[in-house]
């Protein structure tokens, strides 16, 4: 299939017309700012449709409602402790040299609705959670009282005074009815998830998680399973990059790897868009022989939206849009195939969801050691960040070329270093991008 022609590759009776030899747009590649691919991007994001799910499988899902408290949060007056409820009113002037004596007329456990009206001279015996009294307006607790029998009857002698509203929780002391408790488009935790049921929400609309169909490319690569030989390697960026994905709140489809041959890669990538939002390949991006993503975006039908980006690692990274769904050519580097996925695919798994703040936070840190390796473009270092007296320091995790995967595991954030001059010193202010993990 491919003929060498000099530097170059022809690639003879392609399904996509590639019958032209350019060594021009493989070698001479306008590389954007990363700020401006992501803006490329963005114009092509679009927030997937609504599903319900039950909210025992609400967790992570992004919510696709606002959700208005149907109810007060508590709806009734709820004790505080185990304890009685009393009017204050009754406990006025009371010391240890003369408590107050009050009848207990009641007994509340939680889950009861109470009938006994209280006077100043009774308490009903209550437990933490109950529903108070209607004419009661505190609890005193157990320890706070003694107790005795007279005549068949159950008393308590109080020798403090009680405040009103003491160890009450009034309605709507956390939420009241009808006010927004969650709004459409946040992360569904475990607090959310403590609000929806709490309101009786037992199924919630949430935004639909995009599937995203992973191509790796290289006929160097082999199965995970497969005994290793001369010259080859098991393909992990796959299996990273579906990780990846999960992280992110999408589903992954493994369609494993398809050998250096440009119209297999073009036509399964094709067929991979009915089954999937969209496709991320990993490899076979940069100026190499057998680099055919590079001859398929030089031959796309749909938009190319770049194909080289003014970073370190993952230079060669490449997108484009194909009625309106994506294709993402990350580096077969599995450094830069990490980085790439972090500054374009995430953000763009985020949005899918309906998620707003879907770029990596950053923060400004003191380097924690020199970082001297000289820039063309900026470069996004795997590191670490700790503190020390109150001040937040970054570090590199250690081997940091592109073509490590070792350190990856080791990184939770991503220090910016700047081209040009001779790198930063250590001490020096630097911007870190956090990674989610
Ligand atoms: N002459 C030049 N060579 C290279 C340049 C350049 O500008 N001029 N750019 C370098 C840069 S920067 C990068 S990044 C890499 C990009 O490589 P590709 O994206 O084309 O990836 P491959 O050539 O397919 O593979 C590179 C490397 O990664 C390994 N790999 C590939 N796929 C996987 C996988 N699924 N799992 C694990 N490892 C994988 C592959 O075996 C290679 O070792 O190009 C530089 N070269
Ligand atoms: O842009 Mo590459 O990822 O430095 O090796
Ligand atoms: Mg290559």
Redesign the pocket.
Known sequence: MYQQVGACLKLEGSVNDMDRVDCVNRFHRNAVQVVEAQRRIEQHLNRLDVEEVSLENAYSRTLAEDIIAPDNMPHFRRSGMDGFAIMSSSTRRTSSESPVLLEVIDNIPCGAQPTKALSQRTASRIMTGAMVPENADAVIMLEMTDDFEEQGKTYISIKKEVHPGQNLTPIGHEITMGHCVLQKGIEILAGETALLATFGFSRVKVYKRPTIAIF???S??LPVDAPLCAGK?R????YMLAALIRGAGGIPLLMG?IPDEADQAQTRILEAFSVADFVIT???????DY?ILVDIFEKWKGKVLFNKVAMR????TSAGVWNDQFLFAL????G?CFVGFELFVRPVILGMQGIQNRYMRDFTAFLGEDFTKVNAYPRYVRGKFYVIDGKVFVKPVGMDQ??VTVSIKDSDCLIKIPPGGKGMLQGELVCALMLRG
């Not at 393909?235 to 796959?238: F, I, P, T």
């Not at 580096?331 to 599995?334: A, D, V």
């Open positions: 790796a490319t290289g160097e690569l390697i393909n992990s960026n796959s790897s990993t490899g076979g991006v940069s100026v190499g680099d690692p993952g230079s060669p580096s077969g580097n599995p830069a592109s073509s």
